[in-house]
């Protein structure tokens, strides 16, 4: 766990955690590997705060193989970039990010059998 808690360390955001706790949580473990993941895709080339048109592709074609489609990342950077600066930062991978735990969700409660 001392790296995950390195990893987050690295970051230039604020970061307020106890030290003396003995493991990450499952969900705080979670979000420094999406941070984690954003940050490895984002330090392609000089601006490491923001995701380019190839850096994100080349995320969804990795991270993503069984959602998305590696020719569809155009489009969903489109959709994603709402400040329109061709760039996705981190507050746009992260809405994301939302939107699939959304939908997983409601895909496994309509797997769920009805009583």
Do not use: W
């Not at 999406?34 to 601006?47: E, H, K, R």
């Not at 923001?50 to 995320?59: A, C, P, Y």
């Amino acid at each position: 766990m001392t790296h995950l808690r390195n990893i987050l360390l690295q970051t230039d955001c604020p970061v307020s955690f106890s030290m003396e706790a003995p493991e990450l949580t499952a969900t705080e473990t979670s979000l420094i590997l999406l941070v984690g993941v954003f940050n490895q895709y984002a330090s392609g080339d000089s601006d490491k705060k923001t995701l380019s048109k190839d850096e994100f592709g080349k995320l969804v074609k990795d991270e993503f193989p069984l959602i998305f489609q590696a020719k569809d990342a155009a489009d969903i950077m489109k959709k994603l970039d709402k400040n329109k600066d061709n760039l996705i930062d981190i507050n746009e991978f992260m809405h994301m990010i939302s939107d699939l735990v959304g939908k997983s969700y409601k895909m496994m409660c309509d797997m769920e059998p009805k009583k």
